[in-house]
């Protein structure tokens, strides 16, 4: 059997799934040949990728106790390794529960023998937490506790990335920016590497596609180019988009702000997903995230697949007048009056790729050999970065554990769509601008 230190790795994709891959193989196998290949500069100003952004969530706090112990194990790196240290803030979070997922996380964390300053707090209570800051925050809707944690809190996305991807380089991993059209396949079946957009090829003993959003996309292409029908994602992945605002607080305002926690509205089924905000930056940016989720149904060689735009960037700077509402609606359910005043400066679109679990997908692709997916953060894969690279590394060698191999594989059974309150129920087509839908 040949040895991990000589085996070669292409990852597909400079996210969190991709760098933590590519930062945990060099480390582990610091002869082996480790590249990265993305369509954008790991240094360049803005990213597609999901992870590249101003700042996103770090917290454990799970109903699912799985998904509980690996972020409190992500988090404590974030907060003692040197390398991702700089980047943790440990505010706290303040989540309006409309269930009982104040108590379950409460008792995860008992479970897992994990003291933390965590609590169920009832709702008259809460008002007067944090100054105040959420008095005027929706209740309604059979909210039974607030969830506050102390040890939960935000990182700078964009920079944790690429500090890990500059460490990953200095390491040894190489890194390609290029465009990728399609896999290649030799005449066995086995995937042995990827054909870029400018016809150049790539190739590796291991071809992990860590390729967010656009791997149902890419994935479609492959099964055409190659003639191998199951090589397609089918209906395991699919592309979802969400907007992002963000405003600048005056002095006063950040005065008031500058200590608040992260703020979440959580809601069921019939209603939607959570709704985040984020606190204020060292620019003083305070960060929403809005309430729609949807895709983006296009014809991709003759089937209806979502995927983002077909620009160079996503289009995410294109942020449409519903879009932005649903960034105010964030303001108005948080802060109330206290937020009445303040000017959306910012918008942008995230895309991430689901299943519809919101589970990863970790896995060997079972239509061939070679070929391997690590993606499908839906929307809370982040908070996972600095331990990502450990369960991909452990699927590529065949030793992760059994619980995880049902839950992240490829073909592992999945609930019906619509019981997931966080996967993508509107069209993106539906919520452009009147004249743009024209």
């Given at each position: 059997?040949?040895?991990p230190?000589?085996?070669s790795?292409?990852?597909?994709g400079?996210?969190?799934?991709?760098?933590?891959?590519a930062y945990?193989?060099?480390r582990?196998?610091?002869?082996?040949s480790v590249?990265?290949?993305?369509?954008?500069?790991?240094?360049a100003?803005?990213?597609?990728?999901?992870?590249?952004?101003?700042?996103?969530?770090?917290?454990?706090?799970?109903?699912?106790?799985?998904?509980?112990?690996?972020?409190l194990?992500a988090?404590?790196?974030f907060?003692?390794?040197?390398l991702?240290?700089?980047?943790?803030?440990?505010?706290?979070?303040f989540?309006?529960?409309?269930s009982?997922?104040?108590?379950?996380?409460v008792?995860?964390?008992?479970?897992?023998g994990?003291?933390?300053?965590?609590?169920a707090?009832?709702v008259s209570?809460?008002?007067?937490?944090?100054?105040?800051?959420?008095e005027d925050?929706?209740?309604?809707?059979?909210?039974?506790?607030?969830?506050?944690?102390?040890?939960?809190?935000?990182?700078?996305?964009?920079?944790?990335?690429?500090?890990?991807?500059?460490?990953?380089?200095?390491?040894?991993v190489?890194y390609?920016?290029?465009?990728?059209?399609?896999?290649q396949?030799?005449?066995?079946g086995?995937?042995?590497g990827?054909?870029?957009?400018?016809?150049?090829?790539?190739?590796?003993?291991?071809?992990?596609?860590?390729?967010?959003?656009?791997?149902?996309?890419l994935?479609?292409?492959?099964?055409?180019?190659?003639g191998?029908?199951?090589?397609?994602?089918?209906?395991?992945?699919i592309?979802?988009?969400?907007?992002?605002?963000?405003?600048?607080?005056?002095?006063?305002?950040?005065?008031?702000?500058?200590?608040?926690?992260?703020?979440?509205?959580g809601y069921?089924?019939?209603?939607?997903?959570f709704?985040?905000?984020l606190p204020?930056?060292?620019?003083?940016?305070?960060?929403?995230?809005?309430?729609?989720?949807?895709?983006?149904?296009?014809?991709i060689?003759?089937?209806?697949?979502?995927a983002?735009?077909?620009?160079?960037?996503?289009?995410?700077?294109?942020?449409?007048?519903?879009?932005?509402q649903?960034?105010?609606h964030?303001?108005?359910?948080?802060y109330g009056?206290?937020?009445?005043?303040?000017?959306?400066?910012?918008?942008?679109?995230?895309w991430?790729?689901?299943?519809?679990s919101?589970?990863?997908?970790?896995?060997?692709h079972?239509?061939?050999?070679?070929?391997?997916?690590?993606?499908?953060?839906?929307?809370?894969?982040?908070?996972?970065?600095?331990?990502?690279?450990?369960?991909?590394?452990?699927?590529?060698?065949?030793?992760?554990?059994p619980e995880?191999?049902?839950?992240?594989?490829?073909?592992?059974?999945?609930?019906?769509?619509?019981t997931?309150?966080?996967?993508?129920?509107?069209?993106?087509?539906?919520?452009?601008?009147?004249?743009?839908?024209l």
């Amino acid at each position: 059997m040949t040895s991990p230190q000589s085996q070669s790795y292409l990852i597909v994709g400079a996210g969190v799934f991709g760098v933590s891959t590519a930062y945990e193989l060099i480390r582990k196998y610091p002869h082996a040949s480790v590249t990265i290949v993305d369509r954008d500069a790991w240094d360049a100003d803005t990213r597609v990728a999901a992870s590249w952004d101003w700042n996103k969530v770090v917290r454990a706090d799970y109903d699912d106790i799985i998904y509980c112990k690996l972020a409190l194990e992500a988090q404590d790196i974030f907060e003692n390794d040197p390398l991702y240290q700089p980047f943790f803030h440990k505010t706290g979070i303040f989540w309006i529960c409309r269930s009982d997922y104040a108590s379950a996380v409460v008792d995860n964390y008992k479970k897992l023998g994990r003291k933390a300053e965590l609590s169920a707090v009832p709702v008259s209570e809460a008002r007067k937490l944090y100054g105040g800051l959420f008095e005027d925050a929706d209740y309604t809707g059979g909210v039974q506790d607030v969830l506050v944690n102390k040890t939960s809190g935000w990182a700078n996305a964009g920079d944790a990335l690429r500090a890990v991807t500059k460490r990953s380089i200095e390491l040894g991993v190489k890194y390609v920016v290029a465009d990728i059209d399609s896999l290649q396949f030799e005449e066995g079946g086995r995937c042995t590497g990827v054909k870029t957009t400018r016809g150049n090829s790539l190739t590796a003993s291991h071809v992990v596609l860590c390729t967010g959003a656009f791997t149902a996309k890419l994935l479609e292409q492959a099964a055409q180019a190659s003639g191998k029908p199951d090589i397609s994602a089918g209906d395991r992945i699919i592309a979802g988009g969400i907007a992002t605002g963000m405003t600048t607080l005056d002095e006063k305002s950040y005065e008031r702000f500058a200590k608040m926690p992260v703020g979440v509205q959580g809601y069921n089924v019939a209603t939607g997903p959570f709704i985040g905000s984020l606190p204020p930056t060292r620019d003083r940016e305070l960060k929403w995230w809005g309430q729609k989720i949807f895709k983006n149904t296009q014809n991709i060689l003759g089937r209806q697949i979502s995927a983002p735009p077909n620009e160079p960037d996503y289009a995410q700077w294109k942020v449409s007048g519903p879009l932005k509402q649903d960034i105010a609606h964030a303001n108005n359910v948080f802060y109330g009056k206290n937020g009445a005043n303040w000017k959306m400066e910012k918008h942008r679109i995230c895309w991430d790729a689901f299943t519809s679990s919101s589970d990863f997908i970790i896995s060997p692709h079972a239509a061939a050999q070679g070929l391997y997916v690590a993606t499908c953060g839906s929307f809370h894969g982040y908070k996972f970065f600095p331990v990502l690279g450990k369960y991909i590394t452990q699927m590529l060698e065949g030793t992760l554990e059994p619980e995880l191999q049902a839950k992240w594989g490829w073909d592992a059974k999945r609930p019906a769509a619509e019981t997931n309150p966080d996967f993508p129920r509107f069209e993106m087509n539906d919520l452009l601008d009147s004249k743009a839908r024209l």
